[in-house]
């Protein structure tokens, strides 16, 4: 046999979507020599959610629940970013204290969002244990998101000129205690991973991408900020009240796995700090209530309003279930703009008196309320992923004209055979997953 001859023979194999590290919605075509990744190709679509089509068909307050299952991981940042686009579409301006609950609220979503990123990393590469420990980091804030918005994933609780509700009462001792419990399992989790040779090993050196190629394809966020730079929108182009806060921009050095790990570990830190900032120096609101303090089961109030019974409900106070609560005319004023073009009565208002029930009337039908004047505006927040940006147009209409979102791993799933071509096939699991590739955000 003439070895010169001798042809090098290649394998054609397909990785996904139902592959379990592929989430399901992922296909990797790729091609193998042995062990060796010769060459691969990215498809997307397996879950295209038609998101901003489905915007363009609904109102400006509809919109509000797709943009929770864009990135749910931290829907509150999706619901923040939009709520801003609409409201400079407005020339709306929030109150103080609603931009601090937009904050906390946020930044409460970011470390859930990083906890469950490498969590779910760790996972795949066999640390089962350091998963649980972030999961149950995790579960604590989830229950902080919940006393506020009443739910735990799908939120839709900040809306164009303000939040749904106050935070309660037992909210801040809450998270307090969270992130004290938070901070104790990083540190542990910081013990079982950072320095262990077996997780060291399949991160480092892995999935590198230089600074120069990330800013090609557009990354931003940690996958950009471990390459060397710095740049977070919260500080280069800063939004809300975040300019108020003192937190540093953690970075890395090569631009691989592991640095994108330490990354997101320090950010967690830094995003629990902003939190414990924004809850020491959060403004009070007209937080008043009538001298005599009288409440009324909200389901009495509706049942009294349906009969025309209207008489002196004005007066009274609102018992509302814990989904709405903080949602009354006590905290109104607190969380919601002044303005009635945009922002739904308070409840009190919408049960008892007819001014209010018409203002909730047209706000939620479609064509008779929210109509900003024509123009458009691209609003950007830092995702848990990167820049979040939302580009609405506004034709007069209630409904917008264009929306158009950027997230933040589409660009990174672009760039992605960069890092793994040449690679072995093991070595896409942890680089896939320092992505972390949300399908509702790329396939929006």
């Known amino acids: 046999m003439n070895t010169a001859q001798t042809r090098q023979h ?25 062990e ?32 929770d299952r864009l990135n749910y991981v931290s829907p509150l940042i999706n619901n923040m970013g939009y709520s801003m686009a609409v409201e400079r579409l407005f020339g709306i301006k929030p109150t103080e204290r609603c931009e601090y609950i937009r904050v ?17 990393s760790a996972m795949e590469l066999g640390a089962f244990t350091a998963f649980l420990y972030m999961i149950k980091a995790r579960e604590l804030l989830y229950q902080g998101i919940e006393m506020v918005t009443g739910a735990r994933l799908t939120i839709s609780y900040i809306r164009p000129g303000g939040v749904k509700a ?36 399949r991160l480092k050196g892995i999935g590198i991408i230089s600074k120069e190629d990330a800013l090609a394809y557009g990354i931003t966020g940690p996958f950009l900020r ?6 977070d929108v919260r500080k280069n182009c800063p939004y809300s009240v975040y300019n108020r806060f003192d937190f540093d921009i953690p970075v890395g050095t090569t631009g691989d796995n592991y640095d994108r790990y330490l990354c997101r570990m320090e950010e967690m830190e830094q995003s629990l700090q902003i939190v414990e900032q924004a809850l020491s120096s959060i403004p009070g609101g007209n937080l008043m209530v009538d001298t005599e303090g009288r409440e009324i089961p909200a389901a009495m109030m509706v049942d009294l309003a349906k009969m025309g019974e209207t008489e002196g409900l004005i007066q009274l106070e609102v018992d509302l279930d814990p989904t709405l609560q903080g949602g009354t005319r006590k905290y109104f004023d607190a969380v919601e703009a ?7 009565p308070a409840k009190e208002d919408t049960y008892g008196n007819i001014e209010g029930l018409m203002q909730h009337f047209k706000l939620v039908m479609l064509g008779h309320g929210i109509t900003p004047p024509a123009g458009e505006v ?23 004209y264009r929306v158009r979102v950027r997230p933040p791993c589409f660009p990174i799933m672009a760039a992605l055979p960069l890092m793994i071509n040449g690679g072995f096939l093991a070595d896409i699991i942890p680089t896939f997953g320092s992505v972390n590739m949300i399908g509702g955000e790329l396939d929006r």
């Not at 991973?193 to 077996?198: A, D, E, G, K, Q």
């Not at 002044?338 to 739904?344: D, T």
């Open 226 to 231: 471990s390459t060397g730079i710095d740049y």
């Open 36 to 67: 060796r990744v010769v060459n691969s190709d990215v498809e997307i679509g397996y879950l295209h959610r038609a998101f901003e089509k489905s915007s363009e068909q609904s109102g400006y307050l509809q919109v509000i629940p797709y943009t």
């Open 338 to 344: 002044p303005e009635k073009r945009a922002v739904l």
């Open 166 to 201: 106050d935070l309660p009462a037992e909210f801040e001792p809450h998270i307090r205690n969270a992130i004290k419990e938070t901070r104790k399992i990083l540190k542990e989790c910081d013990k079982l991973l950072t320095r262990n040779r077996i997780f060291v090993d």
């Open 104 to 120: 906390i609220m946020s930044e409460l979503s970011r470390v859930s969002d990083h906890l469950t990123c490498i969590g779910a």
């Open 10 to 34: 290649t394998m054609m194999l397909n990785m996904g979507p139902s592959h379990p590290a592929m989430h399901g919605i992922i296909r990797l075509v790729l091609e193998l020599d042995g």
């Open 378 to 400: 691209y609003q950007a927040v830092e995702g848990g992923n990167g820049e979040l940006g939302f580009f609405v147009v506004s034709d007069g209409s209630g409904r917008p």
